[in-house]
């Protein structure tokens, strides 16, 4: 079986710098795969670079078998979109959820909108009435809704997360985890997620890779979060700073 | 019984709204003395709202009124402004959310700490320039001189949340009103900035209303919880017995968080149907 995301050696700069280095693991099928870490670890940047917004890496990366290359790429937004941390930042404040739903839709040149609109909408448990509405008349959840319904109009295969409940209460954080697990187990997603939050990770994923100053330091299955077992004493240093 | 630093009965806040005034906390009464109070709930309880009433800061047209909002005995709701702008900062003051947001840009940080210090004593210019060193050092910044240079840009999120606590302290006050001091913060600064701000609290014998979303945070942290829900306080008890809690909507709040050691398929959510408002 292929990896859904396979990524050997990757280093990563911002104008020259490099801000990632030597990052290698891959994502099978249907896999929900970690990468915590603290602000400034690379974590996000990682993501970026897979979704193509972070162009100057080198190493290999493949998504789905398929080698990605540098450029901007329509085929890999097909199979893989990516769920930004604050939904009050994604989304175009003068665009309504109509609107932002449909725009996947025209690039790619679906047909039947209507339908698969609503069928997005239902997905991610929000009301039709809420199609026509705009950003700031909804909350930070029911954003949060729409920005996953965005990823999801194009039936992708992966989804890369990065943060998806941090800018949340708990309650909404809940139902947002909740809905991430539902839409996985009923579209055989895969997730590549990022979080800070180790009982985020904790309840969503299979496996943890635990990143520091732009390296991965650890992978360990999610049984080592429940059990504190981690060898690498950058990982226990976090463990025990979130509370475990 | 010693006198409570802060005594606040039936405290409302309401707002004009086209569709007539709206309550935005609906009767809040505690009393705070050297102890640490931690006020929990979700956006739009009202939590905020009630540490800024505290201190007056909520503008018109939102109106504040209380049977009782004391100081040290002092009536503050009757207070000339004058006065309250002296108590301010100097007696009670608060750490805010986004340190990126709530420093002066355009400052050096150790002009900032000095002028809060300014305002509310007389002091020379090199007792002050040695004030603000020792405070930048008691929120463990290494190497004060340099910082106090720099601009709230130059420093990370962590290090700006600990220049806004050295100058919300360096005047002394009796009670610190933490709003969301970590929220923009990493989990791994979260830990340190609160045990700072749990030690200096500690050791000054201060009081700390400590205002978060985040239950175990404010369990950890705190002596007192009371739990607000659409502008009422709905529970109240003490940090160790969080678990003993009974109302229904503290119950909600607590099953819906991941735990470390999670086995449970879906998290539990609130029926938000079950209560008024929101």
């Not at chain 2, 929220?183 to 700390?208: C, E, F, P, R, W």
């Amino acid at each position: 079986m292929t990896a859904a995301i396979s990524l050997n050696n990757l280093d990563i700069s911002y104008s020259g710098t490099r801000v990632v280095e030597g990052v290698t693991f891959d994502v099978a099928e249907g896999e929900s795969f970690a990468l915590v870490g603290e602000s400034g670890s690379g974590k996000s940047t990682v993501l970026k670079a897979i979704a193509g917004l972070a162009p100057e890496w080198s190493g290999e990366m493949s998504i789905l078998g398929q080698p990605r290359g540098h450029g901007p790429d329509k085929d890999l937004a097909r199979t893989c979109q990516m769920v930004f941390q604050d939904p009050y930042g994604s989304l175009h404040p003068r665009k309504t959820v109509d609107a932002v739903l449909s725009e996947p839709l025209a690039i790619h040149g679906l047909g039947n909108r209507s339908e698969r609109i609503e069928k997005a909408l239902r997905d991610v448990g929000l009301d039709r009435r809420f199609r026509f509405r705009y950003p700031h008349q909804m909350s930070g959840g029911q954003r949060q809704r729409v920005a996953i319904a965005r990823a999801l109009m194009l039936e992708p295969k992966i989804m890369l997360l990065d943060e998806p409940t941090s800018a949340l209460d708990v309650s909404v954080q809940a139902e947002i985890l909740n809905l991430l697990k539902r839409l996985r187990a009923e579209q055989n997603l895969t997730y590549l997620l990022v979080s800070h939050d180790l009982p985020v990770v904790g309840f969503m994923c299979d496996r943890v890779a635990v990143m520091t100053k732009g390296r991965i330091v650890e992978i360990a299955p999610v049984d080592a979060l429940h059990h504190g077992d981690f060898t690498d004493p950058y990982s226990r240093q976090l463990y025990a700073a979130s509370g475990g | 019984m010693t006198e409570p630093l802060l005594s606040v009965r039936d405290l409302r806040v309401t707002f004009p709204t086209p569709q007539g005034p709206v309550e935005v906390v609906k009767g809040v009464s505690f009393d705070l003395g050297q102890e640490r109070l931690g006020i929990v709930g979700e956006s739009g309880s009202g939590k905020s709202m009630t540490g800024r009433a505290i201190l007056r800061l909520i503008r018109p047209p939102g109106k504040v009124t209380a049977e009782k909002l004391a100081f040290q005995g002092r009536d503050l709701l009757s207070l000339p402004e004058r006065e309250m702008r002296a108590l301010r900062g100097a007696r009670i003051s608060m750490v805010m959310q986004d340190p990126r947001y709530s420093l002066n840009p355009v400052m050096t940080i150790g002009r900032q700490i000095a002028e809060a210090l300014r305002v509310h004593e007389n002091l020379s210019r090199s007792a002050t320039r040695a004030r603000v060193r020792d405070m930048l050092e008691a929120v463990q910044i290494n190497d004060p001189d340099r910082v106090a240079n720099m601009y709230p840009h130059e420093v990370s999120g962590g290090m700006g949340q600990r220049v806004m606590i050295a100058m919300m302290l360096i005047p002394e006050p009796q009670i610190l009103i933490a709003d969301e001091p970590t929220s923009a913060l990493d989990v791994s600064v979260q830990a340190q900035v609160l045990d700072l701000i749990d030690t200096l609290v500690k050791d000054k014998g201060m009081g700390l209303i400590l205002i978060s979303h985040d239950l175990q945070l404010v369990a950890r942290y705190c002596d007192q919880i009371l739990v607000m829900n659409a502008g009422r306080v709905v529970e109240r008890c003490a940090a160790g017995e969080l678990d003993k809690a009974t109302h229904p909507y503290t119950r909600g709040l607590l099953a819906s968080v991941p735990r470390m050691n999670e086995d449970r398929d879906t998290l539990p959510t609130l029926d938000r149907t079950a209560w008024e408002g929101t």
